[in-house]
């Protein structure tokens, strides 16, 4: 409880998480992550700064909450803030490639690395999940040569296309048609 008033205290009023309903699944985190990405999710497009705030802070304090680095990301990829959303997810996938102990070199990675479909963890889950994120990324940011060659390997981790890449690919193949 001392520890709940010395870091709300601290904490700007503008992060501090409202009482909000599960309005999205994120797995198991600690209850406080939870409120914080819940309540981001729930201010993202009215209050898009409160929710960056909010989500930078669940990260700060859970590094190890992947579910947080997807949320704001996904603010920063919406927002049209692609550097910063890139350097997100490139943390995110660091994180979670050192909770599935592989190397943080994507490119080194195997499909025994990231597992069968059906039996992924959630690191090998979030690998994926964050691996097309920076394939997607890069080809916003005008770098369709460096979003290929993520789509490639993505495509090789995962050839069920259970991350859903597929999109990015006909995303890639569109800007190549213009």
Known sequence: MLKR?????????MARPKPVENLVDFGPLPPHVNALLQEGVSCHRSEPARARALFRHAIEI????????RCLFKLQNQQRDLD????????????AAHQAR???????WTPDDVGESKRRTVPQRFLLSFLKALAF???RRGNPEV??????HLQQLDPDDGVGHSVIAAL???A???
């Not at 008033?5 to 009023?13: E, G, V």
């Not at 859970?62 to 680095?69: C, E, F, G, T």
């Not at 592989?102 to 080194?108: G, L």
């Open 102 to 108: 592989i190397s943080h070199d994507w490119r080194t």
């Open 137 to 139: 990324i890069e080809l």
């Open 62 to 69: 859970s590094p190890s909450s992947l579910p947080a680095y």
């Open 176 to 178: 190549e048609d213009e």
């Open 172 to 174: 890639l193949e569109d």
């Open 84 to 95: 910063d959303a890139l350097a997100v997810a490139l943390d995110g996938l660091a994180e």
């Open 5 to 13: 008033r010395i870091r709300d205290s601290l904490l700007p009023a």
């Open 147 to 152: 979003s290929r060659s993520v789509l490639g």
